[in-house]
């Protein structure tokens, strides 16, 4: 097997790959561009592996949107090598690959994989589908971005309205300031149990602390 396919440096503006990261609607706007303004009469499409399933996506929607195109498949594969540094082939992998030419003439060359052009009655009937889904979508994602703001607003006055509860929850809280404030407390007592200070030793004989008491 061969080993990575080599690319030519420039490529025709109608000879569009198709990758992973490819964005669906950016090769559809290209693609229709090209043919209305450069009068390209077909567009040859290539994708390999993952991919494959985007570009079909991309072939059946542009069928739609243009009217009067005729389909062509071809499925081929494609060998990746990984070698090392002396050329010997460490690993090599097959991935299929898909070619579809789209073209406003009919082909003269038929195979299996050549589909004649839609119905214009029933491409109407998609388009118009299609423009009807496309405008739900952005009605509701206009009104879901508006609700998710709210929501996240009182989400966050929620999470303001748990922080008094968590403060005096138990008595912790109130605790825990009552310890950094310092100071005798009104009784005459110490604050802060557990620190060692001026607290009273078992058995020593209780202190009458009352009011008015001179003992």
Excluded: C, H, W
């Excluded at 403060?167 to 300031?177: A, D, I, L, P, Y």
Aim: charged share 35%.
């Amino acid at each position: 097997m061969s080993a990575t396919p080599k690319t030519e440096n420039k490529k025709a503006d109608n000879d569009i790959r198709v990758g992973i990261k490819s964005r669906q609607k950016y090769v559809i706007k290209y693609a229709s561009s090209i043919m209305k303004e450069k009068n390209y009469k077909e567009l040859k499409f290539s994708a390999v592996g993952g991919s494959i399933g985007k570009l079909l996506d991309i072939v059946e929607i542009l069928k739609v949107l243009i009217p009067g195109l005729y389909q062509q498949n071809r499925i081929t594969s494609v060998a990746y090598q990984t070698v090392d540094s002396n050329s010997t082939v460490l690993n090599q992998k097959l991935y299929p690959k898909l070619e579809v030419i789209l073209s406003t003439e009919e082909f003269k060359n038929k195979n299996e994989g050549t589909q004649d052009k839609l119905n214009e009655t029933k491409r109407k009937e998609i388009e118009e589908i299609m423009k009807k889904r496309r405008e739900e979508r952005e009605k509701g994602g206009d009104s879901g971005r508006r609700g998710r703001g709210r929501g996240f607003r009182g989400r966050r006055g929620g999470f303001r309205g748990r922080r008094p509860g968590f403060r005096g929850r138990g008595g912790r809280g109130r605790g825990f300031r009552g310890r950094g404030r310092g100071g005798p407390r009104r009784d005459g007592a110490p604050r802060g149990r557990g620190r060692g200070q001026g607290q009273t030793p078992r058995g020593a004989p209780k202190v009458n602390r009352g009011r008015g008491s001179n003992k």
